[in-house]
């Protein structure tokens, strides 16, 4: 069992080095994967518009709100990540980068179908 600890030790030394790339790629991945969701709500509710105000609207989500989104979530997840307790941190990773996995093979599933009713 002193083994498990010792590897647990070694990878957590690893993961703390590269903890602002993990928070990257796996907000990153979140926003990638729901992405679409969310492109959706807002055309289902830009709609009525004319078509300027939906191009308009849609840069700026795109440009600025992923953006933003993107930089703040892998600030603050970074941030949660760095105070976790070195015997969880590495599961921890593992476990949401195998969720992160779960929810994209959902989400191509899915895909094959319409988000919302056109």
């Not at 970074?78 to 070195?86: F, N, T, W």
Request: charged share 15%; hydrophobic share 60%; with cysteine.
């Amino acid at each position: 069992m002193p083994y498990v600890y010792e590897y647990l030790n070694l990878l957590d030394t690893w993961l703390r080095a590269n903890l602002e790339a993990i928070a990257v790629a796996q907000s990153a991945t979140l926003l990638v994967i729901y992405g679409d969701y969310v492109n959706e709500v807002v055309r289902i509710a830009l709609k009525p518009y004319p078509f300027l105000v939906r191009l308009v609207a849609f840069v700026f989500l795109c440009a600025f709100g992923f953006g933003a989104l993107g930089v703040f979530a892998a600030n603050v997840y970074g941030e949660v990540l760095a105070r976790l307790d070195h015997r969880f941190l590495t599961p921890v990773v593992a476990t949401v980068f195998l969720l992160l996995g779960m929810a994209a093979e959902r989400g191509v599933l899915a895909r094959s179908k319409p988000v919302f009713a056109r």
